[in-house]
């Protein structure tokens, strides 16, 4: 199982950044994705978690309306567009997958290794 994200960068506040998770070495089509943030000197928390299906997603109160997962099983991939990016929302961004969707509180199975997103004031 490999997850691998990419799309981490500088910003300025107010600012928008695409981060994109590639799966491989198994079918993650039945699986939920998600993605969990760790900023510095914190936990890990919930970001976002999207059904395998598409068709539900979940998002931290922190992220709403300002974050949006998708994903495209026939690449094997998985989004979060990032709008309205705030000085705290900067951390190290993991892509993760399991057989449930992802909330508050759960730890999934699979990790990817992180992306640092750094949002400037």
């Known amino acids: 199982v490999q997850l691998q994200a990419s799309g981490g960068g500088l910003v300025q506040a107010g600012g928008s950044l695409r981060l994109s998770c590639a799966a491989s070495?198994?079918?993650?089509?039945?699986?939920?994705m998600g993605w969990f943030r760790q900023a510095p000197g914190k936990e890990r928390e919930f970001v976002a978690t999207?059904?395998?299906?598409?068709?539900?997603?979940d998002y931290a109160d922190s992220v709403k309306g300002r974050f949006t997962i998708s994903r495209d099983n026939a690449k094997n991939m998985v989004y979060l567009q990032m709008n309205s990016l705030k000085p705290e929302d900067t951390a190290v961004y993991f892509c993760?997958?399991?057989?449930?969707?992802?909330?508050?509180?759960?730890?999934?199975?699979?990790w990817g290794q992180g992306t640092l997103v750094t949002v400037s004031s």
């Open positions: 070495g198994r079918t993650f089509t039945y699986y939920a």
């Open positions: 999207i059904s395998w299906s598409g068709g539900t997603t």
């Open positions: 993760v997958t399991d057989k449930g969707m992802m909330r508050v509180g759960t730890t999934p199975t699979y």
